[in-house]
């Protein structure tokens, strides 16, 4: 079944008058014209209001989030170690178990039938030598999964990639505008309506979570990029998929309480309050817990985490 997307106004002028750059570096990106858009949202989770004016610059922007195998190309020619393969250092953890003081990452595993949505410890475990390479722990592989976002990776390792590659980390306001495609004040990146004719849009949780899973979109943890359509961008799995980095420091609104992250556990770091803003939400966010699979939807997250359902993608400034 053919679906119409929703065109956004300025869809073309957002790719118009490139500008010359080094074809090597922006191979695989889209150029982003900058533009003022309507930012957050007064309708859904507190965190994102107010609605407010904001401007972006111009810019280019991975086309879909960094995958395994580029992540991959990256650690060969580097030799780099991402923090999940690390050994914590006890002192930056002095009420973590001695026993789960070792190289390791948070596994989502999914209840065998109904718990408590309020202790995310029902479905989050760390798991000892699970890292990017291994990430549903160390019995694991990226057998078959070249193609799917990279995941457990910290906002340093997420750095290191881009500074590798020549690149950058976008700020909120950059990857919130590429993510709404020109449609300013949709709700989703395609639209208002979530599955236009029927069809999934993105790659998320439906069921009751965390335990249940009708797996309707095909896929039960993350997905290969592209799997879904692009917005009006060119951009791919700006909704779904895995969270991903901003180099934005996350904050509340004035007059509004702190607001825990919903669906992605902190790991005890020794500065808990300094946290990251995170986008575009995961193959975990379900409309009954988690409906942050849409451009204004954010969530702060400590540095020093790495989950299986974060991941990152890459600008370029001009």
């Not at 109904?114 to 798991?127: C, E, I, K, M, N």
């Not at 306001?173 to 495609?181: D, K, S, T, V």
């Not at 395609?190 to 236009?196: A, L, Q, V, Y």
């Amino acid at each position: 079944m053919d679906v119409k997307l929703e065109k956004p106004a300025c869809c073309c002028s957002a790719k118009a008058a490139a500008p010359s750059t080094n074809a090597a570096r922006t191979e695989g990106m889209v150029w982003i014209r900058g533009s003022d858009f309507t930012m957050g949202s007064d309708v859904f989770y507190r965190e994102e209001r107010p609605a407010r004016r904001a401007t972006a610059p111009d810019f280019w922007i991975d086309a879909h989030p960094v995958t395994n195998a580029q992540f991959a190309a990256f650690v060969e020619a580097t030799g780099y170690v991402t923090l999940a393969e690390r050994q914590p250092d006890p002192a930056l953890y002095p009420d973590a178990d001695p026993a789960l003081l070792c190289p390791g990452s948070l596994v989502f595993t999914q209840p065998q039938s109904r718990v408590s949505l309020h202790d995310f410890r029902q479905w989050w475990a760390y798991v000892p030598g699970a890292c990017w390479r291994r990430p549903q722990g160390p019995d694991t592989d990226l057998g078959g999964l070249a193609d799917h976002p990279v995941v457990h990776v910290s906002l340093a390792d997420a750095s290191a990639y881009a500074a590798w590659a020549g690149k950058s980390l976008p700020n909120e306001i950059e990857w919130e505008y590429a993510a709404r495609g020109g449609l300013d004040g949709a709700v989703y990146p395609w639209g208002d309506e979530f599955t236009p004719e029927g069809r999934q849009m993105a790659n998320t949780w439906q069921g009751e979570f965390p335990w249940s899973n009708a797996v309707l979109d095909g896929f039960e943890r993350t997905s290969p990029v592209k799997s879904f359509p692009p917005n009006g961008y060119g951009l791919y799995d700006v909704a779904g998929n895995v969270w991903e980095w901003t180099v934005t420091r996350y904050g509340q609104p004035p007059g509004v309480a702190d607001v825990k992250s919903c669906c992605i556990p902190s790991t005890g770091s020794h500065a808990p309050d300094v946290r990251n803003v995170v986008k575009g939400g995961s193959h975990l966010c379900a409309p009954a817990y988690c409906l942050r699979y849409r451009p204004a939807a954010r969530q702060g997250q400590t540095l020093d985490t790495s989950t299986s359902h974060i991941g990152f993608r890459c600008i370029v400034r001009t």
